[in-house]
């Protein structure tokens, strides 16, 4: 009965913002990798952020997205900062399935819990 909610997508112009959120529920993540991928329609998901005790950004967001936590809340936040087109995608929450674990192991974590998603589309 895991479940994680994303909520804040929708439509921006190029150069604009958007905030996502996740909130978790059945289970607590306190200890547990957590973050972001996405997918854009006809490519394979990619990954995006992750946070632990510390952070992991894909070089593509670098600088530009920012992901923090709040762990008494149990949601994990991304603050995305000038939008390009190349950012249109489904963003699903992810968290990871093992405790402990760096922020960098959310890449490749092959049994990752995941959120249904929410569309994030900028405009050109």
């Known amino acids: 009965q895991v479940q994680l909610v994303e909520s804040g997508g929708g439509v921006v112009q190029a150069g604009g913002s958007l905030s996502l959120s996740c909130t978790a529920s059945g289970r607590t993540f306190g200890n547990y990798a957590m973050g972001w991928f996405r997918q854009a329609p006809g490519k394979e998901r990619e990954f995006v952020a992750a946070?632990?005790?510390?952070?992991d950004y894909a070089d593509s967001v670098k600088g530009r997205f920012t992901i923090s936590r709040d762990n008494a809340k149990s949601t994990i936040s991304l603050q995305m900062n000038r939008l390009k087109p190349e950012d249109t995608a489904v963003y699903h929450c992810a968290a990871d399935s093992y405790p402990f674990r760096s922020a960098t192991a959310l890449r490749s974590a092959s049994s990752n819990y995941w959120g249904q998603g929410t569309q994030v589309t900028v405009s050109s």
């Open positions: 946070i632990s005790r510390n952070t």
